[in-house]
Structure formats: structure tokens, C-alpha cells
């Protein structure tokens, strides 16, 4: 993997090229590896979609130098957005629902951009909602859109996995990640379909989110407190494809909680909800491989960390599991 030993002009080429870190509390025969994202100058995954969307819609005159960016999002997506906006001569707007980090909100605004709260309930509908009606109000205003724009799969498949491929020779058994929008999900999927179609793949959802209605399953819908991943309304999520997805992984808060306090006391890694819900996965699947229950090309298991306890610690990830979701 090529790693930035070079100097850099801006924070803008210091996205991506993340370190790929084995995770222990996994077989010896069948490694687990997470891209730690966390290192992006965002210190999330997201800063991959801000730079490539940005960059991308500026070169087909999508959005004109000058213009705005209006995304309704989790958090992760504004800061992601906001690093690139301000480098590339873009404005930045964003609605979050109030249910989200504030340290998110907080981190939006430091970037220069505008953050718009909607009420809870809403959900992420409310936010798109109001993103679409904020942009037709404004000349020049663009809603990039993560839910529906494949440039948000596009960026994964471009950047996340081949890194991931680089630096594990090609040898990848099967790719497992927690599905906010499912961009990072579909993009490492078609990629590493497209070198071998018997790739496992393998979605993540917290328990309460209704993914499973695409499987057929009867989904049944409730409060999580894992971030940044699940849906309450699937037909938001559009780029997510189930024809390329094997297995979804349903993770409980009360184990994510344990595995976020696991992860970082044995194995070092100051990460969160999402990610702890991915090791999780990962590892599940890991073991389903190690007992010959899924054929794979090759024996190892690749996720996401995508990004770091630190923007979580006023929610009480490390207090009590009743202090977190309480
Ligand atoms: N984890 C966190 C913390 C996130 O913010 C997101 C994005 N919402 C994801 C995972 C999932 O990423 P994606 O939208 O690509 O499915």
C-alpha cells in the first residue's frame, strides 16, 4: 500500500491511504483486516465521498466553482463534505437531525460550513426533505445526495478497496461492512466481485434497523443507538443492491457496547458504534469460513473502522451500557 511519505499541497490528498490493521480477537487461519478511517483528515470514511463527489461534480459542471453543497446527514458526510468544500471553493450546507453527535455539528461549523437541525422524529426523510427544499430556493445549490448518487458507491470502488487489494495481494475472501447509505458496502462489493464473483459479502445492521425487508425478512423496526449505520425506511437507500449482498449480520447495541470497550482495551483501537458492529460481523464471518460453512476464494475477512470514539465520549461509549443508551 502506498502510504503519503511524500509532502502534501493539502489536506485534500491526505484522504485515503488508510492503514489496513489486522484484528486479533479473530482466527489465525482466517485473518480479519479494518481499514482504519479514522485517519482521514475528517477522521472519517466519509472524507473519501466529499473529495471524490466534490471533485467529480465540479468536473462535469454538476456545480460551478462558488456554488453550494446541501446534504442532509448523519454528521460524518458534513465534515467529509466540509474538508473538500472549503478547499474547493464550494460552499457547504447541512441537515442533521438533532438525534446526532454534536461533536459532529460542532466540527461542520469549524470547517466554515452551515448546519440546519430537523426534529428527531423525522428521521433522515425529514433531512432530505428539507435539503431539496432548501436547494431549489438557491441559484447554484446542488444536493449531491449519498442515499441515490452512485458517485458515492463510485468513490469506494475507486479508492477504499483498491487500497484494501493492494495491500493484501489480491487476496480477499470476503468484504463485511455496516450499511449507513451502503456506499462503502456496494463499492468494495464491486470491486472485488469483479476480480472474483465468489466473494462473501456480508452487510451489518444494528438490531432495530429494517434492511432485512429486502432479504424478504420480516424487519422488525426499533430504537438503536449504534451510529451512522441501519435505515428505518429502506426506500431511501438506493444504492443499496441485496443481488450482491450474501448475508446480513443483525448486531444487538449490548454487544457493540461490549465490543467497542473490547476493541480498545485489548487491540488499541479508539473506534465506534459502527465499527465495533463490523468487528463483530467481520469476526462472525470469519468463524462461518474457518468451519467450511461458506466457501470463499480466499481465507481472510475485510471491514471498515469508519471513524473514532473521540467524537462519541459526551454519549458515554466507554460508561455503562444503561449510561450510553440511557
Ligand atoms: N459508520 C459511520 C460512523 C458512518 O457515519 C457511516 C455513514 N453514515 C457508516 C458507517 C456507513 O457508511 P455508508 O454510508 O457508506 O454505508
Given at each position: 500500500m502506498t502510504t503519503h511519505r511524500e509532502p502534501l499541497d493539502s489536506v485534500l490528498e491526505a484522504v485515503g491511504e488508510t492503514p489496513l490493521v489486522r484484528v486479533?480477537?479473530?482466527p489465525d487461519s482466517v485473518p480479519v483486516y479494518a481499514?482504519?478511517?479514522?485517519?482521514n483528515p475528517g477522521a472519517s470514511v466519509k472524507d473519501r465521498i466529499g473529495r471524490y463527489m466534490l471533485e467529480a461534480m465540479l468536473a462535469d459542471g454538476?456545480?460551478?466553482?462558488?456554488g453550494t453543497v446541501i446534504e442532509p446527514t448523519a454528521g460524518n458526510t458534513g465534515i467529509g463534505f466540509a474538508v473538500a468544500a472549503g478547499q474547493l471553493d464550494v460552499d457547504a450546507v447541512f441537515v442533521v437531525p438533532e438525534r446526532f453527535s454534536v461533536e459532529k455539528q460542532q466540527l461542520m461549523r469549524a470547517l466554515g460550513a452551515e448546519v440546519i437541525n430537523t426534529p428527531s422524529e423525522d428521521g433522515m426523510g425529514g433531512a432530505i426533505d428539507r435539503a431539496h427544499a432548501l436547494a431549489d430556493e438557491l441559484d447554484g445549490a446542488v444536493v449531491p445526495q449519498q442515499f441515490e448518487n452512485p458517485l458515492n458507491t463510485e468513490a469506494h470502488y475507486e479508492t477504499t478497496a483498491p487500497e484494501v487489494f493492494e495491500a493484501l495481494d489480491g487476496e480477499v475472501g470476503a468484504v463485511v461492512a455496516g450499511c449507513g447509505t451502503g456506499g462503502t458496502l456496494m463499492g468494495l462489493a464491486r470491486y472485488a466481485l469483479e476480480r472474483n464473483p465468489d466473494t462473501h459479502v456480508v452487510a451489518v445492521q444494528p438490531e432495530?434497523?429494517?434492511?432485512g425487508e429486502l432479504f424478504g425478512e420480516d424487519a422488525e423496526e426499533g430504537e438503536y443507538k449504534t451510529e451512522g449505520i441501519g435505515t428505518?425506511?429502506?426506500?431511501?437507500?438506493?444504492?443499496?443492491?441485496?443481488?450482491?449482498?450474501d448475508d446480513l449480520k443483525t448486531i444487538p447495541d449490548e454487544d457493540v457496547h461490549e465490543e467497542m470497550a473490547r476493541l480498545a482495551s485489548e487491540e488499541g483501537h479508539l473506534i465506534a458504534s459502527s465499527s465495533a458492529a463490523n468487528s463483530l460481523a467481520a469476526r462472525q464471518v470469519a468463524r462461518e469460513i474457518e468451519r467450511g460453512e461458506v466457501d470463499v476464494p480466499h481465507d481472510s475477512v475485510v471491514t471498515v473502522f469508519a471513524d473514532s470514539s473521540e467524537r462519541y465520549l459526551s454519549k458515554g461509549v466507554y460508561r455503562s451500557f444503561e449510561e450510553w443508551t440511557g
Open positions: 486479533h480477537a479473530s481499514k482504519l478511517e479514522s485517519f454538476t456545480l460551478e466553482p462558488g432495530g434497523s429494517t434492511y428505518h425506511d429502506v426506500s431511501t437507500n438506493e444504492l443499496f443492491d441485496p443481488s450482491q449482498v
